[in-house]
């Protein structure tokens, strides 16, 4: 196992179209989480999981956005009717239990809404 | 919510020691701080993580002062390759991940 992957690096899409994203954590790692990035931000905290079960969403989670791990492995997170000011690097880490602070992060999905 | 506040941007020389101060009230009274580091179009790579004193691994030392309101990284001889953003990762008291804005560390030759 190498690491946390991503899928795709890169998506261009036009505003109003649904994206979906992939991440496929360590695998004995039982804790998956998502964060988006700006340019010069640090990484925001969006969701997580432990196991299959989606455990907290943030605020800046809204109904457009959806998480799922439905075999308590790979993760999905889908944009519905995206907008400009979704442009970002979406970020996938994952973690032992107990241990939530030592994050393994993929390299990012990369978002353009035009 | 807690609030970490991170310088934007530091400079250095290859050689020199660089230290990173994180500042954060209303953290978690147990949790750790950890730090991360990020280049470029990558995710952030975990440096250390301590609860307070002093922490050492074989790139780094964090220092937490006993009221846990701030953490320094600190990165012993910098090289050009340690030019990167650097971030502190805390827990607040509502047990929320919350990462701080980041310190742009520039290693010049």
């Known amino acids: 196992d190498t690491g946390v992957s991503q899928d795709p690096r890169h998506k261009i899409t036009k505003r109003g179209q649904n994206v979906t994203f992939r991440c496929d954590p360590i695998?004995?790692?039982?804790?998956l989480y998502w964060y988006r990035q700006t340019l010069g931000q640090g990484p925001e905290f969006l969701t997580y999981?432990?196991?299959?079960?989606?455990?907290?969403k943030s605020r800046l989670l809204s109904d457009r956005f959806s998480a799922e791990r439905p075999k308590g492995s790979f993760s999905t997170l889908e944009i519905q009717r995206t907008e400009q000011g979704d442009s970002a690097m979406y970020l996938c880490?994952?973690?032992?239990?107990?241990?939530?602070?030592?994050?393994?992060f993929g390299p990012g999905t990369r978002l353009l809404v035009l | 919510l807690a609030k970490t506040t991170q310088p934007i941007s530091m400079d250095s020389y290859e050689g020199q020691e660089v230290n990173i101060t994180c500042s954060h009230n209303?953290?978690?009274?147990?949790?750790?701080i950890t730090w991360y580091q990020q280049f470029p179009s990558q995710g952030p790579r975990f440096i250390i993580q301590?609860?307070?004193t002093k922490v050492t691994n074989e790139v780094a030392s964090l220092f937490i002062p006993a009221d846990r309101k701030s953490s320094t990284l600190s990165l012993p001889r910098v090289s050009l390759s340690d030019t990167a953003v650097y971030y502190c990762?805390?827990?607040?008291?509502?047990?929320?991940?919350?990462f701080g804005s980041g310190t742009r560390l520039l290693v010049r030759p």
């Open positions: 209303n953290i978690a009274t147990n949790d750790y």
């Open positions: 301590g609860y307070k």
């Open positions: 990762l805390v827990v607040d008291s509502s047990y929320k991940l919350i």
């Open positions: 999981f432990q196991n299959e079960a989606q455990l907290e």
């Open positions: 880490a994952s973690s032992l239990d107990g241990d939530s602070e030592t994050q393994y």
């Open positions: 695998s004995e790692h039982n804790r």
